[in-house]
């Protein structure tokens, strides 16, 4: 079978989460038990903690004085498989609080009495036959006889928190994927390895465009040459689209008062996830007078707003910038340039009056559908980001939240966009209409995003003089296409594994001379089109010209054009696409017009 079809064909194996399926669901979980029951009888000592069906598989934390390595995944896959092949009977029971707090203290489980105090009744225990049990509220499959050893696989060892916290017990985890087939497996552990190869951090690292380094700190990514002209690249994409659709641009500070933050209720809801405060002194300290580093760059632009008192004839007024925001992210949850603790949003704030919001929300998401057009995002839907109305996070009264999350139901049916509801995915000031991508490995990210906020113009006391000379309150707009830089960077990396599109490659064009006797024009050449906005450069080595070509293979440069005798005499370039392979010679002013073309209209060559 050519490597082609088998692709093709294993495209078309469908991968549920977890959370689509119902016997996914019941799978996992048990499989998760026969994984424990496994460990403890490999290793007597190892004490369970929780172990959850995640969406692509499962895991469960163990305190054990051996740690686990490797190589003992592949002994406890084998004893996971004599477990399943005994048929075992798996058992629901329910038991009184007492009875489970006896059981427990009997096999000297202690982790499990901690669970048991968090419990609602009725308290549930399941049984793999008669050797082990766990407590757990389902739900799983009714015999081991309905799992497949041969669709399940062992995938890594990691350390973790007891109940996340850094302070407690370090356990280890061990991660693991069940399903209902080995070809679904076949199929996961493809697209494992597919992500391995499109990893943002390996390739960008590879292709130089950003680092880590540990004398500045994690999840603060440093920018190279590189990476920094495709980061300006994009900004300035989005700025001319903006300057286009009557956006303003501002920038605001990197720190503020606290007092800031109280206003817009950052300081109550937010906290554990800002910087901490700095303080003149221990005294400024108590009384919480001192500055942070912003999480969020709206209150900043409501200043701008409240700094003069706006008529109805300014509005919309639309703010935009990209501005660095700080977020306190624990270390254990970082991940390249996808988490991060600074990163710079697309960040815009409208204010608007209320008979202005359904157009401006509607103008806004077709900014954000035309990125992703020229992005090349096209798997895309959205999520209605509601509040939770059992969780007290939110600010705000019930009229406020009911006007804007209908505000934002009412665009997305007018758009006729595809949609979800995310019950508590709201920010805690209002509702949100997120767009959610799924990538070439059917992994999701949040991206672009666009929120209706009735509660920070009410908090700041915002007004605007309406066209009858009284006072009135504007509603404000938040929104984002690109979402983080950072995070849309290192999607944009594994989705083109690192094969950007012409217009957004840090090179665009690389030079090849032959020979020495090419080198003068090939820079020359490299001049001119450099001097036309258009990203070239040329490669002096000296290497043959074979090396040359596999280079900027490795490289990924979209256009290579190769220098000869024949090429300096016509005044040509022979062009070598990644796109289209072999062009052949074309005139070079035919080439700089094809380049210019394809640069305005976001496309190959």
Request: aromatic content about 10%; overall charge negative; glycine content about 6%.
């Amino acid at each position: 079978m050519s490597a082609a079809k088998e692709h093709s064909q294993s495209e078309k194996i469908h991968l549920p989460r977890t959370s689509e399926s119902e016997a996914l669901k019941k799978i996992r979980h048990t499989t998760s038990h026969v994984m424990a029951m496994a460990v403890q009888k490999l290793f007597p000592k190892a004490q369970v903690t929780i172990g959850p069906w995640i969406e692509d598989g499962f895991y469960y934390d163990f305190d054990s004085p051996e740690p686990f390595a490797e190589k003992d995944l592949k002994a406890i896959k084998k004893e996971m498989a004599k477990i399943i092949r005994r048929k075992l009977p798996v058992i629901r029971e329910e038991v009184s609080r007492d009875e489970a707090e006896r059981r427990i203290k009997a096999i000297q489980e202690p982790y499990k009495l901690e669970i048991l105090e968090g419990l609602e009744d009725p308290i549930t225990i399941y049984h793999l036959g008669e050797d082990w049990w766990d407590l757990c509220a389902g739900p799983h499959v009714e015999n081991t006889a309905e799992l497949n050893p041969d669709a399940i696989d062992l995938l890594s060892v990691a350390g973790a928190y007891w109940r996340g916290d850094e302070t407690k017990a370090q356990l280890q985890r061990i991660y693991g994927t069940a399903w209902e087939n080995p070809e679904q497996l076949a199929e996961f552990k493809r697209r494992k390895e597919e992500a391995l190869r499109r990893d943002h951090r390996k390739l960008g690292k590879e292709l130089g465009l950003f680092i880590f380094a540990d004398p500045v700190g994690p999840g603060l990514p440093l920018w190279t040459p590189k990476g920094t002209v495709l980061r300006s690249t994009l900004e300035d994409f989005l700025k001319q689209e903006q300057l286009k659709r009557g956006y303003l641009p501002v920038v605001t500070p990197h720190i503020a008062r606290i007092d800031l933050f109280k206003t817009s209720g950052h300081w109550q809801k937010y906290k554990e996830d800002m910087f901490p405060m700095m303080a003149e002194d221990e005294e400024a300290k108590a009384i919480e007078q001192g500055f942070v580093l912003k999480p969020m760059n709206c209150p900043f632009h409501i200043q701008i707003y409240k700094s003069e008192l706006r008529s109805y004839r300014e509005l919309p007024m639309r703010l935009a910038e990209f501005g660095t925001v700080y977020r306190y992210e624990q270390s254990g949850e970082l991940g390249g340039l996808t988490r991060v603790r600074g990163f710079t949003v697309d960040d815009s704030h409208l204010f608007v009056t209320p008979e202005q919001l359904e157009q401006e929300f509607l103008n806004v998401v077709d900014l954000i559908l035309s990125v992703f057009k020229s992005l090349q995002l096209k798997n895309f839907r959205a999520r209605l980001s509601f509040r939770d109305p059992t969780s007290d996070k939110y600010i705000g009264s019930d009229d406020a939240w009911d006007k804007a999350e209908s505000a934002i139901r009412q665009a997305a049916e007018t758009l006729g966009l595809p949609t979800f509801e995310g019950i508590g995915e709201a920010a805690f000031y209002g509702p949100k209409l997120d767009f959610i991508f799924q990538d070439a490995l059917d992994r999701e990210w949040q991206l672009g995003t666009v929120q209706v906020d009735y509660n920070l113009p009410e908090r700041f006391e915002l007004e605007y003089v309406a066209e009858d000379g009284t006072r009135q309150r504007p509603v404000m707009i938040h929104r984002a296409p690109f979402g983080s830089l950072e995070r849309l960077i290192g999607i944009l990396i594994e989705e083109y594994a690192g094969d950007f599109p012409l217009w957004l490659a840090p090179t665009q064009v690389r030079l090849l001379p032959v020979g020495e006797e090419q080198v003068a024009f090939t820079k020359q050449i490299a001049a001119q089109l450099l001097g036309l906005g258009i990203r070239a450069e040329a490669d002096t080595s000296g290497e043959r010209l074979g090396k040359l070509i596999r280079n900027a293979e490795k490289d990924k440069i979209p256009v290579m054009a190769v220098v000869g005798a024949k090429e300096v005499e016509s005044d040509s370039l022979s062009i070598r696409t990644r796109a289209s392979g072999e062009l052949g010679a074309l005139p070079v002013e035919e080439i700089i017009q094809r380049l210019k073309t394809a640069n305005q209209e976001h496309r190959d060559f």
